[in-house]
């Protein structure tokens, strides 16, 4: 007899968004933070976000995993926008030759 694989007979549930849940297991809060498992590993050892444990499962409490969410928002530092077109900033100076002297000045042959 073949038992069914784990896949097949509990296919891949969504976890409820952060502001509904009361608690996570590992897989949902690192699901619904993005991180991974060594980074959610190390808030949890930081004591930065507070689990329990009932029996052998570990769950995440959804309340300081919001908190902690936020002190990162807090935290973070604004991004400064890029130049829009892309060039250097900074003076621009003109155009350059072959040799790399700008128009103005490449001495002008007179005509006499």
């Known amino acids: 007899m073949s038992y069914p694989r784990r896949s097949d007979s509990c296919p891949e549930r969504e976890p409820p968004p952060l502001a509904d ?3 996570y297991t590992i897989d949902d809060a690192r699901r619904v933070t993005g991180w ?3 980074q959610l590993y190390s808030e949890l050892k930081s004591g930065r976000v507070k689990t329990y444990t009932m029996g052998r499962r570990r769950f995440v409490e959804a309340g300081s995993l919001r908190d902690r969410i936020a002190e990162l928002v807090a935290e973070a530092k604004p991004i ?5 077109f892309g060039g250097r900033v900074g003076r621009r100076r003109g155009p350059k030759n072959y040799l790399g002297a ?6 002008t042959p007179s005509l006499e």
Do not use: F, L
């Open 102 to 107: 700008t128009k103005s000045t490449i001495p």
């Open 80 to 84: 400064k926008p890029e130049p829009r």
């Open 36 to 38: 991974s498992e060594p």
């Open 21 to 23: 849940a009361r608690s």
